[in-house]
């Protein structure tokens, strides 16, 4: 190692007046977080099925003896503890709900200009390529179940280097990199106490790595590693002389730190140059906002932390437990046959047993003989007392089952809307997270995809591939809008229904209807009704801007009646924006255009572009015309032609009304 690293390396590990002040900020807000670090553990140990893990009185986890031991350590011989994991049950729905649909992402360009607007495509075609490429729906499973059992999921989005193909650079192997997500769970993220996780001038991630992994990365200074994690809380059975407690202490900008500061310590010492703030605009400024992104399920505004699922859970699962053991100890108890006989009864030479056949030998007393003892009744209020628990753990998660005696169709779709209603709340998190996260992995695609790649995606006609994609082609357009509706779950036969609907309407052709059903996804019947909605505020924004004047000339469409005003002639080109007859919903373009006039920016606009877009609106009318006197005029040829196809039959006469028959 030459003299200037190892200098590099002792003024690091030199905590000055600030790296103070930043030791004090770790050991303050993990203080915050090692309180609930307890009950976090305890919450994931009943949702792994450990149901005999309880807080004690020094806040520490504890588990009660599901065995027995040759000490007497473990539970009494007669005692029942079993576990029936109703808690998995309730998260393997809810995460699958959770992760069933790929997310509606949409790119919203930030100006009308048609090289912004072509950036935009081109960053919705990487998220939705990206989904796959990064693993993002694996990155949802794992944050979802931390949020149901924890309350809180973070997301932190960053540029790995280290992921192939790998190429020489400088006289080093270097990856060519890619963006990646990891995933954490409560105990490991803290933030300032009393502010709330927006508000946090800074956070710190306390996670444990391998010790290999850590020493293999790149920039590592250099500092011998000694092994300090524990991996109780996640359950992790690696070998704990591998892995390594790694802190990184992530500042927000602020006056003295204008770009942040992102610095990595473990055995209470740097092991990576200090680095600004991960969080950076396309023009490598730091940006003032979280860089990690946090999921939670219930907001608990008198608290720095959020509330999860599984800690409601807890109690009605002790005691739906509680009562099933109790079955089985009465049931080892009561049901185990044993024989009522007065004392000297039974002959010495036998005893009962379970051979088929055998002959018991007893001798009477007083006229007495041996008899079965009676078995008491099991108690029913044991089964009762489950019942009850596993109705209230349904209520408690919003998954409750139509009660027997519910048969009004009616009754039973309020209650399930009740319970759709309690989960929509979450969904709408969700889609706010997915859009967050989608937004910085796009800056990080522009920051770095400086060679030219090729990146699929799943278009409408299958796979389709970007050739020689730089991360610049995006142009700045990261504003990423994911709706919560397209995170909504359906089920087949909801599916179907809705394609039925819309084929009873007339709204879809028979052929995507059966193309709908065939696939099992319900999508594309309103993807042409999405498509005009877009393309209707994609010309509102062009005439707002008043970028209309230079969009080119485009040729009449096939069967597009386009007429000069001025000589009633037929004209060869139009105006790229105008409406396109045959092929733009007139209705729907009509009602986008009608919503924009009521508005006041649309009375605030100059008369030229006023005038524009009434010039559209009266395209759009005369198309409507136009086609109204076209099926009207078809409608007559069709009348007319069944009324010739009448007349050209032959006339048979009048049928006469059978009579009675003559008497002989």
Known sequence: MSPEVTELIEKLNTPSAPERSVLDRIRRSRRQADDKVPEWKECLEFARGNHYAYVNS???????????????????????????????????????????????????????????????????????????????????????????????????????????????????????????????????????????????????????????????????????????????????????????????????????????????????????????????????????????????????????????????????????????????????????????????????????????GSVVYYNPIVGHEPKWRPVPPIPSELFSLADRMERMMGFIASENQVPSQVESGKAIQVLLERDQLAWQNFITKLAEWHSRIMRDLLMLVQRHYTEPRIVQYRGRTGWEAINDFLGADIRGQTDVRVAPGSLEPRTRQSIEQRVMNFAQLGWVSPEAAMSAINSGTGEKLVESYELDIARANLVISKLRAGTFLQEPMRPVFPGEEAMDPETGMPLAEVPGWMPRQ??????????????????????????QIKEASLLYFSALQDIEAREAQRAQQLQAEQAMAQGMNNAAKPDVGTPQSSLPALPS
């Open 58 to 356: 020094r806040n520490k986890l504890v588990n009660q003896a599901t065995k027995e031991s040759y000490d007497g350590r473990g539970k009494p011989k007669w005692r029942v503890r079993q576990s029936r994991n109703l808690i998995f049950a309730i998260l393997d729905g809810k995460i699958s709900a959770a992760t069933q649909r790929v997310p509606g992402y949409e790119v919203v360009p930030t100006t009308a200009d048609a090289e912004d607007i072509a950036g935009a495509k081109i960053a919705e075609k990487i998220a939705l390529a990206g989904y796959e490429n990064w693993s993002i729906r694996r990155v949802t499973e794992s944050a979802v179940y931390y949020a149901l059992t924890t309350g809180e999921a973070f997301a932190f989005p960053f540029w790995d280097q280290n992921v192939g193909p790998f190429v020489e650079a400088e006289g080093s192997t270097i990856g060519i990199g890619d963006c990646r997500v990891r995933v954490y769970g409560a105990p490991e993220v803290s933030w300032e106490p009393g502010c709330q996780f927006a508000d946090s001038p800074y956070y710190v991630i306390e996670h444990a790595r391998p010790i290999d992994a850590v020493e293999k990365e790149e920039g590592f200074l250099g500092a011998k590693l000694t092994p300090d994690a524990e991996l109780d809380w996640k359950g992790d059975k690696s070998e704990p002389s591998r892995m390594v407690l790694v802190t990184e202490y992530l500042e927000r900008p602020c006056p003295d730190y204008p770009q942040g500061r992102w610095l990595t310590l473990a055995n209470g010492k740097m092991i990576f140059p200090k680095s600004e703030y991960p969080l950076k605009d396309l023009d490598g400024q730091a940006v003032d906002a979280p860089c990690i992104h946090r999921l939670s399920y219930m907001i608990d505004p008198s608290s720095d932390r959020d509330q999860g699922l599984v800690k409601q859970l807890i109690e009605p699962m002790r005691t739906f437990n509680d009562a099933l053991n109790k079955v089985s100890e009465w049931k080892n108890v009561a049901l185990s046959p044993q024989i009522l006989a007065p004392v000297g009864s039974l002959d010495s030479r036998t005893r009962p047993s379970d051979e088929p």
């Open 582 to 607: 045959g092929v733009d919903n007139v209705a729907v373009h009509k009602a986008v255009f009608s919503d924009w006039f009521k508005t006041d920016e649309w009375d605030s606009l100059d008369p």
